[in-house]
T-cell receptor, first 115, second 117 residues
Framework: EPEVTQTPSHQVTQMGQEVILRCVPI?????FYWYRQILGQKVEFLVS????????KSEIFDDQFSVERPDGSNFTLKIRSTKLEDSAMYFC?????????????FGQGTRLTVV | AQSVTQLDSHVSVSEGTPVLLRCNYS??????LFWYVQHPNKGLQLLLK??????LVKGINGFEAEFKKSETSFHLTKPSAHMSDAAEYFC???????????????FGTGTRLKVLA
């Protein structure tokens, strides 16, 4: 069964450093998403991406964040200068308009720890 | 805007007894609703989904949920809890942006299910 894969599973970084979280969505999906879950809290929408541009973003997704689909298969989330409060589990997801978007498929997540 | 409310942050049941996790939604149109489960330090696994077909939806691991439009509810049930069911459960509604044409998921705050031996 096709799945969304995320790497790394766990990333530790120093405050102020740049991090790139990587995702490989399901190959025939066209819409891509990032969500995050701060420890003990709900899963929050960050951004959606379609046709090589951001479709929608939340207020969390400020100038420190960016997304890119550099090579037609990977979908990345970059945090320019990490802060302690960026520590969270980050989930990538993808969906297909041909399936009516009735289900987004989530990756297993990348746990980001900022120290 | 769409939203979901999970009425219980924690639920404890004894092994072998029924499970009921409650979810109410708010939607201005016919929603798609989902239940996801998250085991400790794991990702999100889809349990079941409702997409305007049958109102009683069966999922994996013996879980099912019933869509009740009159009550705006989508409660998750299981007849007999197993120790391995202990996890965090999220009720989710899909939200569509009519300006961008994209979908996003709105998550509830989660219900932590504890199963007692």
């Amino acid at each position: 069964e096709p799945e969304v894969t995320q790497t790394p599973s766990h990333q530790v970084t120093q405050m102020g450093q740049e991090v790139i979280l990587r995702c490989v969505p399901i190959s025939n999906h066209l819409y891509f998403y990032w969500y995050r879950q701060i420890l003990g809290q709900k899963v929050e929408f960050l951004v959606s991406f379609y046709n090589n541009e951001i479709s929608e973003k939340s207020e969390i997704f400020d100038d420190q964040f960016s997304v890119e689909r550099p090579d037609g298969s990977n979908f990345t989330l970059k945090i320019r200068s990490t802060k302690l409060e960026d520590s969270a589990m980050y989930f990538c997801a993808s969906s297909s308009p041909y399936q009516g978007h009735t289900e987004a498929f989530f990756g297993q997540g990348t746990r980001l720890t900022v120290v | 805007a769409q939203s979901v409310t999970q009425l219980d942050s924690h639920v404890s049941v004894s092994e072998g007894t029924p499970v009921l996790l409650r979810c109410n939604y708010s939607s201005s149109y016919s929603p798609s609703l989902f239940w996801y489960v998250q085991h400790p330090n794991k990702g999100l696994q889809l349990l079941l989904k409702y997409t305007s077909a049958a109102t009683l939806v069966k999922g994996i691991n013996g879980f099912e949920a019933e869509f009740k439009k009159s009550e705006t509810s989508f409660h998750l049930t299981k007849p007999s809890a197993h120790m391995s069911d202990a996890a965090e459960y999220f009720c989710v509604v899909s939200d569509v942006s009519f300006t961008s044409g994209t979908y996003k998921y709105i998550f509830g705050t989660g219900t932590r299910l504890k199963v007692l031996a």
